[in-house]
T-cell receptor, first 119, second 113 residues
């Protein structure tokens, strides 16, 4: 099946630093990528939707200046958490939507997630 | 607007027993519905999806779900639970393949030996 990778899988950083998370679709071109955030024992909350070459659309309550999203190509999107603080500690999951494996319609595939811990 | 409600944040069944995880949806248009499974510290894996074809959908690992429009439900079942089924399960909805997916709050499934 289609594969979406995330790098790094986990990261620990000091408060005030910025952290970049990469999301790649490995065997298909993703017309749209999504970034989710998941707190412990909670559901996934959509943060933003991005289309290649255009600005991301952020969900209500998500600070666009804090969570910078760059969808540079059809296979790569990055999420940068700027000036990270302990409350930004969370599990970040990306998703890529595209045609993969001969599928007749676009499907959304999820990455394995990145765990961020801000000290 | 679309939404899903998962009844029961935690379900515990004995190994070999029936698994039933409940999901009700709200949608003003015909929905696409999904069930995902998440193992600890991992991403999501698609179990099955309903996209307006057959109302009874069979997925991986022996799971299946039935779309019941009259009850606005999409409950997930498995005839016989296995220890490896212990995980978090999420019901999700969207209204087209091009739209964002909205997730339910999740149900943690525990399996008793």
């Amino acid at each position: 099946g289609a594969v979406v990778s995330q790098h790094p899988s986990w990261v620990i950083c000091k408060s005030g630093t910025s952290v970049k998370i990469e999301c790649r679709s490995l065997d298909f071109q993703a017309t749209t990528m999504f970034w989710y955030r998941q707190f412990p024992k909670q559901s996934l909350m959509l943060m933003a939707t991005s289309n290649e070459g255009s600005k991301a659309t952020y969900e209500q309550g998500v600070e666009k200046d804090k969570f910078l999203i760059n969808h540079a190509s059809l296979t790569l999107s990055t999420l940068t958490v700027t000036s990270a603080h302990p409350e930004d500690s969370s599990f970040y999951i990306c998703s890529a939507r595209g045609l993969a494996g001969g599928a007749g319609q676009e499907t959304q595939y999820f990455g394995p997630g990145t765990r961020l811990l801000v000290l | 607007a679309q939404s899903v409600t998962q009844l029961g944040s935690h379900v515990s069944v004995s190994e070999g027993a029936l698994v039933l995880l409940r999901c009700n949806y709200s949608s003003s248009v015909p929905p696409y519905l999904f069930w995902y499974v998440q193992y600890p510290n991992q991403g999501l894996q698609l179990l099955l999806k309903y996209t307006s074809a057959a109302t009874l959908v069979k997925g991986i690992n022996g799971f299946e779900a039935e779309f019941k429009k009259s009850e606005t439900s999409f409950h997930l079942t498995k005839p016989s639970a296995h220890m490896s089924d212990a995980a978090e399960y999420f019901c999700a909805v969207t209204y087209s393949s091009a739209s964002k997916i909205i997730f339910g709050s999740g149900t943690r499934l525990s399996i008793r030996p």
